[in-house]
C-alpha cells in the first residue's frame, strides 16, 4: 500500500503542478493539512530538487516542477495505482463517465481506442459492454495476445486502419508512460480526440497540436504500454 507521506507527496506535486503561483495557505487548504506541515513538505521538495521556487510580483512565489519532480510525480502516480485496493472502482468510474459522456452528448457511434497497459483495457471493456459502447481497439506494445475478447490488440497507433485513426477518440491507459502517451497522441491527433483517465492525473494540453490525422505524425510514445 502506499505510505500516508507518498500519498501526501503526490497531492502537493500535482497541487504545485495544477496552480503555479499558489500560497501555502491556499495549498494547505487544498490539502487539508496546517500551513506549517505545507512549508515543511515545500522545503523537503525543494531540498530533494523536485520543485523550484521564483519570486514573482506583488511579494508572491512560484513553484514549479523541475524535470525531477515530473518524474517523481509520474513514479508516485504508478505506485499508487499499483498498490491501492480502490484503484480498480476508480479506473472504471473513469471510464464510465468518458463512456458516458459521449452517449450523453449524442456520440453513440463514437469509435474508443485504449492505449495503455492490457489491464486497464480489460477494464475498460469491462465498462464498454455494461454501457453498450464498442471499443474499436487497444493499443498495448506489452503482449503478444491479439485479441481482448473481440477487440483487436495492436502495437502501435500506426497499425490502426486509417478510417479508424482519423475518428477514433482516444484514451490514455498507462499507467507508467501516461503524460508521454497523452503528449504524443496530442501532437499526431486532433487534442480534442484524445482523453486520458483521471486517476492518472495526466496534464491536459493548453493548445492543440498539428492535428495531424494522416498518419504521418511522430510515433514516438505512441506504442502502448511502452
Do not use: W
Not at 23 to 47: C, P, W
Not at 183 to 193: G, I, S, T
Amino acid at each position: 500500500m502506499p505510505t500516508q507521506n507518498n500519498k501526501a507527496e503526490l497531492d502537493l506535486l500535482n497541487a504545485v503542478d495544477d496552480e503555479t503561483v499558489i500560497s501555502q495557505a491556499a495549498l494547505g487548504e487544498r490539502l487539508g493539512v496546517a500551513a506549517g506541515l505545507v512549508n515543511f513538505m515545500m522545503k523537503r521538495a525543494i531540498g530533494k530538487g523536485l520543485v523550484t521556487v521564483k519570486k514573482v510580483p506583488a511579494r508572491r512565489y512560484a513553484y514549479l516542477l523541475t524535470p525531477k519532480g515530473f518524474a517523481e510525480k509520474a513514479r508516485l502516480v504508478a505506485d499508487y495505482m499499483n498498490t491501492s485496493m480502490g484503484m480498480f472502482r476508480k479506473v472504471r468510474a473513469d471510464f464510465a463517465d468518458i463512456f458516458s459522456g459521449s452517449v450523453s452528448a449524442g456520440s453513440g457511434e463514437a469509435q474508443f481506442v485504449v492505449v495503455g497497459d492490457l489491464e486497464m483495457a480489460e477494464v475498460a471493456l469491462l465498462e464498454a459492454l455494461r454501457c453498450d459502447i464498442d471499443l474499436a481497439a487497444v493499443i498495448c506494445g506489452k503482449t503478444n495476445r491479439g485479441n481482448l475478447g473481440a477487440v483487436k490488440i495492436l502495437s502501435n497507433v500506426e497499425h490502426l486502419p486509417t478510417a479508424l485513426a482519423d475518428n477514433a477518440i482516444f484514451i490514455v491507459a498507462d499507467i507508467y508512460h501516461a503524460q508521454a502517451q497523452y503528449d504524443a497522441l496530442v501532437e499526431r491527433y486532433d487534442r480534442k480526440r484524445v482523453l486520458a483517465l483521471q486517476s492518472l492525473h495526466v496534464r491536459a494540453a493548453k493548445t492543440g497540436g498539428p492535428g495531424k490525422t494522416n498518419g504521418t505524425g511522430k510515433a514516438a510514445g505512441t506504442r502502448g504500454g511502452r
